[in-house]
């Protein structure tokens, strides 16, 4: 069993790696285009860093989808040379091939969740940096908040409406001397169209060799370089985060109020990912018996493409229908690795019995 664990682990690492490549390969390149063609002045040295940048993510994304045709692959070769009929002749069961298994299923799983967790974050927080243009403007989303760095300033928001507006800035305004030198508190603000911010309900506080001084006015025109698109990029979409990032903003979105349904749909996603891998190794085990009676690879590819496709668009559309319909987020973001596993276990019942 070992030997035979050990034959079917290296020969699924090979196949989901090459797929995993060639949809890599695949998404860049529209990526790559996308980045040339977004007439933003892009380089094509800046183009090529933030779609190798991006990788990562669409790893972690597709990771599934590989796994599934790359084990659909494994399973082809394995009922065409007869080695499936082999193994099962001397008595392991399709329960038995599913935990020879596990250990390759836990091995890729626990590759896509570090992905999830740690490079991809990561690869996105360098990503945005490059799009706010290096050192002149930081940006960083954390439980206080969106925090910005604009030149010698720093700005606090605590969140950017839909239509752009900035919800309670907060301007932390420095001297040439490093001294803070002002506090400007607003309610909101709203781009004028130009490089100004229209701060309304403003309250200012101004610090001098004098002393303290407070003022109050109902608008006041702020001039920076922080414009819409900056916002546009600053913001982190929840699936770009981390479960130790999610979980403490979701608890801070909960004290204050806020909608959390993004950030739970989110959170359980990533709870529920090592079981999509599960799911695609069940679903391509559960077709090795027809492989061999069909005796044709190239349909065993041309399934693996259609499911794959439909189970990346199955959860996005599943996470997305969750949030208009106020479903459970478990539900929104467990619907389409639920639907895989229950079929596999329908298919492999149905093998069991042949």
Do not use: C
Request: no cysteine; hydrophobic share 50%; glycine share 10%.
């Amino acid at each position: 069993m070992r030997l035979l664990s050990r034959d079917l682990g290296g020969r699924l690492y090979g196949a989901v790696s090459l797929v995993s490549l060639a949809l890599l390969a695949l998404f860049g390149l529209f990526d790559l285009i996308d980045q040339l063609d977004s007439g933003r002045g892009v380089s094509v040295t800046e183009a090529m860093g933030l779609t190798g940048l991006l990788l990562p993510a669409y790893f972690y994304e597709l990771l599934p989808v590989a796994t599934l045709i790359g084990s659909l692959l494994v399973m082809a070769q394995i009922a065409s040379s007869s080695e499936y009929t082999i193994v099962r002749a001397s008595g392991v069961s399709v329960v038995g091939m599913a935990r020879i298994l596990a250990v390759p299923t836990l091995a890729i799983a626990l590759v896509g969740v570090l992905a999830g967790e740690w490079l991809a974050p990561l690869a996105d927080r360098y990503a945005r940096q490059l799009r706010l243009g290096g050192d002149d403007v930081v940006a960083q989303q954390m439980r206080s908040g969106y925090w910005l760095k604009d030149g010698p300033n720093f700005v606090n928001l605590a969140g950017v409406l839909p239509d752009g507006e900035m919800s309670l800035p907060v301007i932390y305004q420095f001297a040439a001397d490093g001294r803070l030198s002002a506090i400007r508190r607003a309610a909101s603000a709203r781009f004028d169209g130009a490089r100004y911010w229209r701060l309304q309900k403003v309250e200012a506080t101004l610090f001098s060799a004098d002393g303290v001084t407070v003022q109050r006015v109902a608008e006041e025109r702020w001039e920076t370089r922080l414009g819409p698109g900056i916002l546009k990029v600053m913001a982190v979409a929840p699936d770009r985060m981390s479960a130790t990032e999610l979980w403490p903003y979701l608890q801070h979105l909960r004290a204050n109020r806020q909608q959390t349904g993004r950030y739970e749909t989110a959170l359980w996603s990533k709870a529920l990912y090592p079981l999509s891998i599960v799911a695609m190794l069940l679903l391509s085990l559960s077709f090795a018996r027809m492989q061999g009676r069909a005796g044709g690879t190239l349909f065993k590819v041309f399934a693996g493409i259609l499911l794959g496709v439909a189970f990346y668009f199955l959860s996005r559309v599943g996470n997305n229908l969750g949030q208009l319909n106020a479903w459970p987020p478990l539900v929104g973001a467990g619907a389409a690795t639920a639907v895989f596993i229950a079929a596999a276990v329908v298919l492999l019942r149905r093998v069991e019995r042949v």
